[in-house]
């Protein structure tokens, strides 16, 4: 079996997403605004990267260069990696 470990993946689930109230002020359509300009990946190469890994009967698969990133820093910093990817968020967030 295939685990996926998909990074974004540019489809319309942001914006159909239901979002409770956010404490930074971020409603539903600038959340998803924002998602849809860090997400490189289309459902086209997600679906091909996913094919080719099945075919290769590989045990595990990253799908886009964002989930290689995440998996890099959740390697190096198994412990503190969370505190990472919240100055990161914080950044892109522009504050």
Not at 28 to 34: F, N, P
Request: glycine share 8%; proline share 5%.
């Amino acid at each position: 079996s295939l685990c996926v470990h998909p990074g974004g993946i540019k489809t319309n689930i942001a914006r159909s997403a239901r979002m409770r109230a956010n404490p930074d002020g971020l409603d539903a359509k600038s959340a998803a605004d924002q998602f849809e300009k860090i997400a490189q990946t289309t459902p086209e190469q997600a679906g091909k990267i996913i094919a080719d890994a099945m075919e290769a009967r590989k045990d595990r698969v990253l799908v886009g260069p964002d989930a290689y990133a995440i998996d890099a820093i959740q390697r190096t910093l198994p412990v503190g990696y969370g505190k990472v990817f919240r100055v990161l968020e914080k950044r892109m967030r522009g504050r």
